[in-house]
């Protein structure tokens, strides 16, 4: 029998198995990324560009259609494209836990019988549903956390890679949130065209950060349950 999903059990029999799930996906996106790069490196091949005279031929490496003349094929298929792939993934993981948190939401609504929703706020996202769970379920959000800072940057970030392909900058100029979180987490970098660059253990970071923010959120609500 499959147990229905409330406020109180949300963490340990829901929550605690898609962090798991989600784990297999890091994974699995990582394995991909470096089977990518093994197959360029074992594939990459030595070319010569036909000029039309023997003095003016070129020998390149070529791999999937791009040439060592006009591309950095170890930049491209080693960092830009892994960063690429990443980006989706990341771009997944964050729609998760804001789905999730919005789940919760409902759960909460139901398990104290309240008559306001979630969709009467009018802000978005984990704003709206943390906002939500301190109104109108009165339960800590642990906004004053360093936590909380770090997921709003990756937020933010989250934002430049949806809307101006990972930039460090916008018509405003420099975006410093963004800078900051690159300068504090060994996993992103920042390229020659001021994008963002996100190298392996960038996923499981915002995996780890997210669990043991909404873990700081159960708690809260675990007690008031108690109290209730």
Not at 153 to 168: C, M, P, V, W, Y
Request: glycine letters at 6%.
């Amino acid at each position: 029998m499959i147990l229905k999903t409330t406020a109180k059990n949300w963490f340990t029999n829901y929550l605690c198995p898609t962090i798991d799930l989600l784990l297999g996906f890091v994974v699995s996106t990582e394995n991909q990324i470096k089977g990518n790069i093994k197959h360029f490196e074992e594939n990459k091949k030595g070319i010569v560009i036909d000029q039309g005279y023997p003095e003016l031929e070129q020998y390149v490496t070529e791999y999937n259609g791009l040439t060592s003349d006009g591309w950095d094929l170890h930049s491209v298929f080693g960092e830009y494209y892994p960063s690429l792939h990443r980006r989706s993934a990341f771009l997944t993981l964050v729609g998760i836990f804001e789905h999730e948190l919005d789940k919760l939401c409902e759960h909460c609504k139901e398990q104290f019988n309240l008559n306001d929703s979630l969709s009467d706020l009018s802000s978005r996202g984990l704003e709206r549903s943390t906002e939500y769970l301190k109104q109108h379920v009165d339960i800590a959000t642990h906004k004053n956390t360093r936590l909380w800072c770090d997921i709003k940057k990756i937020q933010i970030l989250r934002n430049s890679f949806a809307h101006q392909d990972g930039k460090t900058f916008n018509d405003n100029g420099d975006i410093p949130q963004i800078i900051q979180h690159v300068k504090e987490n060994s996993f992103l970098s920042i390229d020659d065209r001021s994008e963002v660059i996100i190298n392996e253990g960038y996923l499981e970071y915002i995996r780890d950060t997210y669990f043991r923010y909404f873990e700081l959120l159960n708690n809260s609500l675990q007690d008031k349950l108690k109290n209730a």
